[in-house]
């Protein structure tokens, strides 16, 4: 079982950076795969980022490719997205999941457990 908390999120204009972090519980942490999700007002859920359990491998969505970085530190049982260059269409709210996959996966059905989320604004 593994239990997440995002937090990081706020406001911020268009071309500045935030840095959400995810805290697991759990001393398994570093066996899961984890990835970043977020989900627009009236949009689907669409995948953002992910890495494998040991951050060596990472896979991002097009639309963040060059501007959002993530990591983790399994010593501190959290994951991280840094998001430089935003943009108003970077908002929503942002979630971080875990899967027992062992590869940085895009699919969210893959995903076993899931945070609550945490909002993201982007002023134009």
């Known amino acids: 079982q593994v239990q997440l908390v995002e937090s990081g999120g706020g406001l911020v204009h268009t071309g500045g950076s935030l840095r959400l972090s995810c805290a697991a519980s759990?001393?398994?942490?570093?066996?899961?795969?984890m990835g970043w999700f977020r989900q627009a007002p009236g949009k689907e859920r669409e995948f953002v980022a992910a890495?494998?359990?040991?951050?060596?491998?990472?896979y991002y969505a097009d639309s963040v490719k060059g501007r959002f970085t993530v990591s983790r530190d399994n010593a501190k049982n959290t994951v991280y997205l840094q998001m430089n260059s935003l943009k108003p269409e970077d908002t929503a709210v942002y979630y971080c999941?875990?899967?027992?996959?062992?590869?940085?996966?895009?699919?969210?059905?893959?995903?076993?457990?899931w945070g609550q989320g945490t909002q993201v604004t982007v002023s134009s």
């Open positions: 890495l494998d359990w040991s951050g060596g491998s990472t």
């Open positions: 759990g001393r398994t942490f570093s066996s899961y795969s």
């Open positions: 999941a875990a899967t027992s996959v062992a590869w940085a996966s895009s699919l969210s059905r893959y995903y076993n457990y």
